[in-house]
């Protein structure tokens, strides 16, 4: 049987590539068949997800919430050190320097990350600011959301953080950030589905020792991780619930 494996369509795109080399490992080191499957968009991943044709997903958040709650994907590990915060992104000559300047009226764009624009659209309450007195416009890259912005055609942009970081130097100089959020206890998780019931807790194994032998740390390297950690079960109910009350 052949097991698929996904990752969030958030993760840097000069990244993708360590995921390849990540599932050739996988499979090396599990013995499991394992297809990797790279959706170019949350819908047409969710999509599969609906038509449970995905085991193994690298997931942000809001949708790993929705994996645990309504499909019964279980948390295996998350990367060490790394936590999901948004910025508020505007052009670097724009004539705003917090969020309290941002007027009613302005042109947002975002990208189709549900966890992101759920935090972009939180940091923007101090202006008073939501759904109803701005324009929202949804692009299917934060390289076009950071375009439109240097182009004049939006005001502010939501993005991940490690996103807008991952941007090239030339088109940051470009942008500047009005705020950062600073949750603190939202990050991706490696989950896996009901099929893998019964190697849930192997997969766990692998990924959270990977770190101790020079091939795996060789993937992780590819990755931009240091180590895969074991999320509690207590840990990631907390994370669920606090997806819920941001909500």
């Known amino acids: 049987m052949t097991f698929q494996l996904t990752v969030s369509p958030d993760f840097p795109p000069n990244r993708i590539a360590g995921w390849y080399i990540f599932n050739t490992w996988l499979q090396k080191t599990s013995g499991l068949a394992v297809h990797l499957e790279m959706y170019p968009d949350f819908e047409s991943q969710r999509q599969a997800i609906k038509e ?46 917090s969020v309290d300047d941002l007027q009613p009226g302005i042109r947002i764009v975002v990208t189709n990350d549900p966890a992101v624009n759920l935090l972009g659209m939180m940091m923007l309450e101090p202006a008073e600011l939501d759904a109803s007195n701005t324009t929202i416009q949804e692009v299917e890259s ?32 470009q942008l500047k950030v009005l705020v950062e959020s600073q949750i603190d206890d939202l990050y991706h998780l490696f989950l896996a589905g009901p099929r893998l019931a019964e190697r849930h807790e192997t997969l766990r194994g692998l990924l959270t020792t990977m770190h101790e032998t020079p091939q795996g740390k060789d993937v992780l390297d590819n990755l931009d991780f240091s180590r895969w950690e074991t999320v509690s079960e207590d840990d990631a109910e907390f994370m669920l619930n606090l997806i819920e009350a941001l909500k």
């Open 52 to 97: 449970d044709r995905v085991d193994m997903i690298y997931a942000n958040p809001y949708d790993a919430a929705m994996l645990i709650r309504e499909k019964g994907f279980v948390a295996l590990a998350r990367p060490f050190d790394k936590l999901d915060e948004a910025v508020v992104v505007t052009r670097s000559d724009a004539p705003y320097t």
């Open 142 to 173: 934060y390289a076009v959301a950071a375009r439109l912005l240097i182009e004049g055609k939006a005001d502010i942009a939501f993005f991940l953080k490690e996103a807008f970081e991952k941007l090239t130097n030339l088109t940051r100089e």
